[in-house]
């Protein structure tokens, strides 16, 4: 079984009732770290720490005032430690006990979220948390996606450092990708790690520290390299595997990504996020799901002609099937007096299909219409294949 046996409307229905029928009451933590607004930004981090979570809900009297967020706080380096809580607080997206599984998965992968905090019914009280960890280990009961193969759903290529890089080196690439983890692999090829922002932070948490910079090494060019605190030795699966090793092993090891291999080298890498977007192209729509992300302000302007390049483009192949989602990741870099070369990856969801493709060019919409064509081409040529 894989991706194929999800390409009609019917099996897809089966498959979100088969999802949505778990209420979240069932499998959410009901014993989960909260902070107040009168707390420390340091108290949040060490709290993270011990947790494991990520995204921590921000209470008053039990009441909800929304999240301080892991990913949030690292991009404010110039952030004091002893910042107050209430100046770093954000609403983020909260759900209930009856809010579909499939919406909890959108509401993940729209907002990237590790966490989601789940209030009752008025919305005030937090009664518990549902994690990515969460939606992984239901999924990974479910058949008709835990026997997909691997290939049909990593990312690949994939971008990975060397285990002599330096620290900051490996910082850089992470910054550019808008991503928390990356692989780590030698001279052949051959994975002998995970890196990630845990690991920096671990490593580099000192008594000292006074800003998030100090924490996440932004101000200060590391020599340390990145072999000396990854990860070491961890589970890959190869490339024709199915979906459920993968599963397993994020569970088992409590790892967002797992390494795909093919002759012991690095050929990809299967996420967390890759698993929850599956359950959320499941969710039922009348349109296609677009999420753009790492958009800065001045961009922003263009989301409507991005937007209008993607529907001229996936109307190409309507025709055939059901596009269900599509995420686009847009990051900048080699800036050239006032231009920006533009660095794109995108994921399409198509009738339970997952296509990748990333594109690099200097205009923004040139780009984004180049990346979204490769996309619909390689569906149009997936279905030759497989019709000829």
């Known amino acids: 079984m894989g991706t194929e046996d999800l390409q009609d409307v019917e099996r897809i229905s089966i498959l979100r009732s088969q999802l949505d029928s778990k209420r979240v009451e069932e499998i959410m933590d009901t014993e989960f770290p909260t902070i107040g607004l009168d707390e420390r930004l340091v108290d949040a981090i060490t709290l993270m720490r011990r947790s494991g979570y990520q995204d921590i809900p921000v209470v008053k009297d039990e009441e909800y005032l929304g999240t301080?967020?892991?990913?949030?706080?690292?991009?404010?380096?110039?952030?004091?430690?002893?910042?107050?809580?209430?100046?770093?607080?954000?609403?983020?997206?909260?759900?209930?006990?009856?809010?579909d599984i499939t919406k909890v998965a959108e509401i993940m992968i729209t907002n990237d979220l590790r966490q989601v905090p789940v209030v009752c019914a008025d919305k005030k009280k937090v009664i518990g948390c549902i994690g990515r960890n969460h939606l992984v280990n239901l999924v990974a009961g479910v058949k008709a996606i835990s026997d997909i193969k691997v290939w049909e759903v990593m990312t690949s290529p994939i971008e990975s450092v060397y285990e002599y890089s330096t620290i900051d080196e490996a910082m850089g690439v992470m910054r550019s990708l808008d991503v928390r983890t990356l692989p780590v692999i030698d001279d052949f090829g051959k994975v002998i790690g995970i890196f990630g922002m845990n690991e920096v932070i671990a490593s580099s948490w000192r008594p000292s520290n006074k800003t998030i910079g100090d924490i996440s090494g932004r101000d200060k060019k590391s020599s340390a390299i990145v072999g000396s605190i990854c990860v070491p030795?961890?589970?890959?699966?190869?490339?024709?595997?199915?979906l459920g090793n993968a599963m397993r092993i994020m569970l088992d090891d409590e790892f967002s990504i797992v390494p795909v291999t093919d002759d012991d080298k690095l050929v990809g890498t299967v996420a967390q996020c890759d698993i929850i977007e599956l359950v959320s192209a499941c969710k039922k729509r009348d349109h296609l799901f677009v999420q753009l992300s790492g958009l800065d302000e001045v961009d922003k302007a263009s989301t409507s002609a991005i937007y209008e390049v993607v529907k001229d483009e996936v109307d190409k192949i309507k025709r055939i099937g059901s596009p269900e989602s599509l995420s686009i990741n847009i990051s900048k870099y080699n800036r050239q007096g006032e231009r920006n070369k533009y660095s794109m990856s995108a994921r399409l969801i198509f009738s339970g299909r997952v296509f990748n493709a990333k594109q690099v060019d200097w205009d923004l919409i040139k780009t984004v219409n180049d990346l979204v064509k490769k996309l619909t081409n390689a569906v149009l040529s997936s279905r030759i294949r497989l019709h000829p």
């Open 68 to 99: 301080v967020s892991y990913g949030d706080v690292l991009k404010k380096k110039n952030t004091a430690l002893d910042s107050k809580i209430r100046n770093l607080v954000s609403m983020s997206p909260m759900i209930t006990k009856e809010t």
């Open 233 to 242: 030795t961890v589970k890959s699966v190869k490339w024709n595997d199915v």
